[in-house]
C-alpha cells in the first residue's frame, strides 16, 4: 500500500474548503476571485488553500499574472482514489474470508452442541 | 468553513449468516483473526492479538512473491458483543481510527465498518485534519473530468 505523495494528497483533501475548491474546479478553471464568492473567506485565505492544493499536485496554475487561472490535475485525485480503491477491496475481500470462516465456526459450535 | 461541504466517510456494509456473538468472537483472538483476515494469496505470517481496551494487535501478511506486509495498531473501545473501535497504520506512518459495529436481526449479524483517516503531511503536521470520505463522492468528481 505504497504510493509517494499519497500523505500530502490526502492531508490537502483533509479540509472541507479544499474539497470544495475542487469540486468547483471538475466543472471548470476558475481563478481565485471566481474560487472566493462562493465561499465566506477573503481571497488571501482562499489562496492559502490553493497554495496547499498546488504543492499537493491537485491542481496546477496558469503562468498569467493577474488571474492565473487554476485548473484541477486530475492524475494525483486518480491515485487517491485508486489506492482507496484498493483499500476497500482489501477489506471486502477479508470479509469473503470471514464469512466462509464463520460457516466453519457455525459447524463446530453445533458438532460440540451435539457431543455434550 | 463552508456548510454544505460534506463529511464523507468510508463506510463497509456486510451480512453474515451468522449470530452476532459469533461474528464479534471472530474479532477477538489470534487463532480467529488469522483464519481470515489476510484476503488471497496473502497469508498470516504473524497475527499477535491483545483484545482488551489499549491492547495492541500486530499482523504480518505475507505475500507469494516474499513481501511482507505489517499491519499494527490498539484498540481503544470494546463493547461486547456490539462494537469494536481500533486504531491501525494503514500508510507510511498515517492512521485510521476504524469503528465496527454489530448487529444482530433474525440470527443474521450486520457488520458495519466506518473508517476514519487522519493523514498528515509537512504541508499539514500539527493542524491535526482528519478526514473521511467515500470513494463514491471522488468517484463523481473524476466522472467529470
Known sequence: MRTGHLDTTFAALADPTRRAILARLANGDANVTELAKPFDMSQPAISKHLKVLERAGLISRGREAQSRPCRLEARRLREATEWMERYRRFWEESFDRLGEYLVILKQKEKRNARNK | ???????????????????????????????????????????????????????????????????????????????????????????????????????????????????????????????????TMTLDQLGEHLTKL
Open chain 2, 1 to 131: 468553513m463552508s456548510p454544505d461541504a460534506k463529511k464523507p466517510e468510508l463506510v463497509l456494509t456486510r451480512v453474515f449468516d451468522a449470530p452476532r456473538r459469533l461474528v464479534f468472537e471472530a474479532w477477538t483472538k489470534a487463532e480467529h483473526v488469522s483464519r481470515w483476515f489476510a484476503p488471497r494469496p496473502l497469508t498470516m505470517a504473524r497475527c499477535e492479538v491483545d483484545f482488551r481496551p489499549g491492547g495492541a494487535f500486530r499482523f504480518v501478511m505475507h505475500a507469494p512473491d516474499g513481501t511482507d506486509y505489517p499491519f499494527e495498531g490498539a484498540f481503544g473501545e470494546i463493547v461486547p458483543p456490539e462494537r469494536i473501535v481500533f486504531t491501525g497504520t494503514v500508510h507510511e506512518g498515517n492512521v485510521a481510527v476504524t469503528t465496527v459495529t454489530f448487529v444482530e436481526h433474525e440470527g443474521k449479524t450486520t457488520l458495519t465498518m466506518k473508517q476514519t483517516f487522519a493523514f498528515e503531511s509537512d504541508a499539514t503536521r500539527g493542524a491535526k485534519q482528519g478526514w
